[in-house]
């Protein structure tokens, strides 16, 4: 039995997945599979490296730092998010508060990472082979918001957030061999997204990335079906949707530490529903 966790990520509301899976860490659950897109590749990160406890810091003190996030950073840098300071600075070997990449690669489960290469606009699945001490490129290109962040160049190629193309890669991990999937969420179960929003930064985007800009304009869509997939499988007792009854005020990008703890404690306590699925 492959057991598999998905993480949809989701900017900031992302530290609702972080209380998901210091539950997890605290309660020894493991995941033969773990796949997580922009935020959520970062969560499924300090998971499997053991870390409980590490991306909370990340939500509710670093990124009300300017160097993290902040209008100055997009004036002088064109990007509102310093990826290379949150994976880098923060995250590396000497930084403030390292990412045991050791530890990721001692562990025997599969982790994949989402990002949409931005000229094609097609999704990349990068995986532990991708993946070196102090070259967390992976989770920078995962995370790059079109529009208010710049794309993150890998390899001759440059990658913005995996939600472009892939908002909840379940295909992926039942194609990938899983036989049982854990769906994280950060918005309700039952909320139905709109297009509206991203069609608005699509007409932005076009301008240099026409691809990237239509698979964004096509990522409610792809989200609503992936939910329905997983509700789908749910009901035949091959996934469990973990998700929060209300996002407590949180957006894509909202700083706010009362929030935030609010949405953390949301993922933690409803983290137990996982137990009984994995057993």
Same mark, same amino acid.
């Given at each position: 039995? #492959? %057991?598999?966790?998905?993480?949809?990520?989701?900017?900031?509301?992302?530290?609702?997945?972080?209380?998901?899976?210091?539950?997890?860490?605290?309660?020894?659950?493991? @995941? $033969?599979?773990?796949?997580?897109?922009?935020?959520?590749?970062?969560?499924? *990160?300090?998971?499997? *490296?053991?870390?409980?406890?590490?991306?909370?810091?990340?939500?509710?003190?670093?990124?009300?730092?300017?160097?993290?996030?902040?209008?100055?950073?997009?004036?002088?840098?064109?990007?509102?998010?310093?990826?290379?300071?949150?994976?880098?600075?923060?995250?590396?070997?000497?930084?403030?508060?390292?990412?045991? /990449?050791?530890?990721? +690669?001692?562990?025997?489960?599969?982790?994949?990472?989402?990002?949409? /290469?931005?000229?094609?606009?097609?999704?990349?699945?990068? $995986?532990? !082979? &991708?993946? #070196?001490? &102090? &070259?967390?490129?992976?989770?920078?290109?995962?995370?790059?918001? =079109?529009?208010?962040?710049? =794309?993150? =160049?890998?390899?001759?190629?440059?990658?913005?957030?995996?939600?472009?193309?892939?908002?909840? =890669?379940?295909?992926?991990?039942?194609? $990938?061999?899983? &036989?049982?999937?854990? %769906? %994280?969420?950060?918005?309700?179960?039952?909320?139905? !997204?709109?297009?509206?929003?991203?069609?608005?930064? *699509?007409?932005?985007?076009? #301008?240099?990335?026409?691809?990237?800009?239509?698979?964004?304009?096509?990522? *409610?869509?792809?989200?609503?079906?992936?939910?329905?997939?997983? #509700? /789908?499988?749910?009901?035949?007792?091959?996934?469990?949707?973990?998700?929060?009854? $209300?996002?407590?005020? +949180?957006?894509?990008?909202?700083?706010?530490?009362?929030?935030?703890?609010?949405?953390?404690?949301?993922?933690?306590?409803?983290?137990?529903?996982?137990?009984? @699925?994995?057993?």
């Amino acid at each position: 039995m #492959k %057991v598999g966790v998905i993480d949809v990520g989701g900017g900031l509301r992302g530290i609702y997945g972080a209380g998901v899976f210091d539950w997890c860490i605290e309660n020894t659950i493991v @995941f $033969d599979y773990c796949i997580g897109v922009s935020a959520g590749s970062a969560n499924v *990160a300090s998971y499997l *490296a053991g870390q409980k406890g590490r991306n909370f810091e990340f939500y509710i003190d670093y990124s009300f730092r300017k160097e993290y996030m902040s209008l100055r950073n997009l004036i002088k840098k064109g990007s509102y998010i310093d990826m290379d300071y949150v994976y880098g600075v923060l995250s590396n070997s000497n930084g403030e508060n390292p990412l045991d /990449e050791k530890a990721i +690669m001692k562990n025997p489960s599969e982790m994949i990472v989402v990002a949409t /290469e931005a000229e094609s606009g097609n999704a990349k699945y990068f $995986d532990k !082979r &991708d993946l #070196k001490l &102090d &070259d967390y490129y992976i989770f920078k290109a995962s995370s790059s918001i =079109p529009v208010v962040c710049h =794309p993150y =160049p890998v390899n001759n190629s440059f990658y913005f957030d995996g939600a472009l193309s892939d908002p909840v =890669p379940i295909k992926k991990a039942f194609s $990938d061999g899983c &036989d049982k999937v854990v %769906v %994280v969420l950060t918005k309700p179960r039952e909320l139905i !997204r709109t297009s509206k929003k991203d069609e608005r930064l *699509a007409k932005i985007l076009a #301008k240099k990335y026409p691809k990237a800009a239509a698979n964004l304009c096509l990522r *409610a869509k792809r989200y609503n079906e992936g939910v329905k997939i997983a #509700k /789908e499988l749910e009901a035949k007792g091959k996934a469990v949707i973990i998700a929060p009854d $209300d996002i407590t005020g +949180m957006s894509t990008l909202t700083k706010n530490r009362g929030a935030m703890k609010r949405l953390y404690d949301k993922g933690y306590n409803d983290a137990k529903q996982i137990l009984s @699925f994995v057993n």
